[in-house]
């Protein structure tokens, strides 16, 4: 009776664990038949002692060879999952070392540095030199020097950050180079110095704290605001290869005399108002003007013999209008969804 209840066991049990499709359902015939508690041969194996001894030996024998097929052909079974799952672990994971590498991403240099270097080339082309300045600037430079003493309500313009310390501000503007340039150059000059200038401003639509300028700067005998202007155009036809409106307005800077700001008309919207224009139609681009004879005088250039004319450009503001951007906070933001667009 017994016997055969192993018999049966064991087939069936063999027959369970051939159609096992995973190692959990695995253990679960296992825990079945051969679980220590509930395990139906371990349960058979309990009930030997209960046969009279001549049928114990032989009984005894059929379960154990039962025991020992059944836990052989769940070692071969875990096997083969283990096999199948290295196999497939091998499919995925297979790579082709002969592959070409794909090679570092490229980057590209960002809108303001290319509208720099495009404003260098071209100033370069009509003889100009390219200076750079220091952004620690001296007050005597930032400001003396350019005709703006220390009473001079024209510094409140411009608020300053102030270093801590030291005699140093942050520059507020790229004009101090034009007097680095005169110190170095003497005159005849002519000189342009793109670079980075911070003002202690509130930020909004068309205003950073820290922006781009270009300073430019002629010193020659008979300079005149024809010279300024015919400049600025050839300039602005450069940058954004088509016609632009421009306008200019008088415009106070204590370093030139007469002394303009240059507005082109917004490319954004067209001259119809929006934001970036302050709904007004114009966007105001740079300071220009005839260089002031205190300036030259400071720098030690006689304005009896010497004329000059100088800019200053908002860098920043022109790729806004070249690109149609009209936020300038995107130009600083480090976002590299909005940088990689250009
Ligand atoms: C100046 O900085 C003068 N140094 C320019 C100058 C040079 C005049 C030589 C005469 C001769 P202004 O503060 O207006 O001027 O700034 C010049 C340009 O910088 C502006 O026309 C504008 O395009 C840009 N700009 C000024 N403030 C900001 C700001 N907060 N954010 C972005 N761009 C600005």
Known sequence: MLEQSIQELESSSLARIASARSLEELEVVRVSVLGRKEGALTHMMKELGKLPPEERKSTGK?????????????????????????????????IDLTLPAPGPRRGHLHPITQIQQELEDLFVSLGFAVLDGPEAETEYHNFDALNIPATHPARDA??????EGSNLLLRTHTSPVQVRGMEKLGPPLRIVAPGRVFRNESVDASHEHTFYQIEGMM???DVSVAHLLYFMKVMLAGVFQREVSVRLRPGYF?????????????????GSGCPVCKQSGWVEQLGCGLVHPNVLRMSGIDPEEWSGFAFGLGLTRLVMMRYGIDDIRHLQGGDLRFLEQF
């Open 158 to 163: 411009q608020d300053t950050f102030w270093l």
């Open 254 to 270: 204590p370093f030139v005399e007469p002394g303009f700001e240059l507005d082109i008309q917004c490319l954004l919207c067209g």
């Open 62 to 94: 059929l379960v154990n060879a039962a025991k020992q097929k059944l836990e052989e052909a769940l070692a071969a079974r875990e096997k083969q999952f283990a096999d199948d799952t290295l196999r497939a672990r091998l499919d995925t994971e297979w």
């Open 219 to 221: 010193v020659d005998r």
